[in-house]
């Protein structure tokens, strides 16, 4: 990080409330402990880092936001070989008050979380890969999606699955 000291938790409070997120006393002390920890931590080094800034922060707290920040792509969870994730903010050059919906490293996630699910589809019987390429998103058929009905949902899911390789069952 650029920033020092108070500056840097203060940018970090704007581009987490850029994406959404609600600045509590736990979740700045969260933030303020991150931002001085020089290396990633796991969440037990960080709830205990945190405690000196606000002593009534939960592990709950650490964990949830942990994964805000990660699916808005403020922070990365390091999977340590038979050990805890260990969590490290992202670098502020990448964050700086960028849209939720823009940031490529969620659109990353969102795919690799749709194709997860096809594939569980796949396993169950309710969806097959494809071998072809997958259908361009210009020749995806229209679905209207002011229709609040299951058929318009599952139109939603067949394009979906289409455009990633699959067809559903």
């Known amino acids: 990080m650029t920033e020092t000291g108070s500056e840097a938790l203060a940018a970090w409070e704007v581009r987490c409330q850029s994406h959404g997120l609600l600045m509590t006393a736990p979740r700045r002390a969260i933030l303020t402990a991150m931002s001085t920890l020089d290396a990633p931590r796991d969440a037990v080094t960080l709830l205990q880092a945190a405690r000196e800034h606000h002593a009534a922060t939960s592990m709950g707290t650490v964990y949830r936001l942990l994964r805000e920040l990660e699916q808005c792509g ?96």
């Open 74 to 169: 403020l922070a990365y969870a390091h999977a340590q070989p038979h050990a805890r994730l260990r969590w490290q903010l992202a670098d502020s050059q990448q964050t700086n008050a960028m849209p939720q919906h823009q940031n490529p490293d969620n659109l990353r996630v969102m795919r690799r979380q749709l194709q997860n699910f096809l594939r569980d589809l796949e396993n169950i019987g309710l969806a097959e890969a494809r071998l072809t390429q997958p259908v361009p998103p210009a020749s995806a058929a229209r679905i209207e999606t002011n229709l609040p009905s299951t058929t318009a949902t599952f139109d939603v899911l067949r394009a979906i699955a289409e455009h990633l390789g699959y067809r559903l069952a």
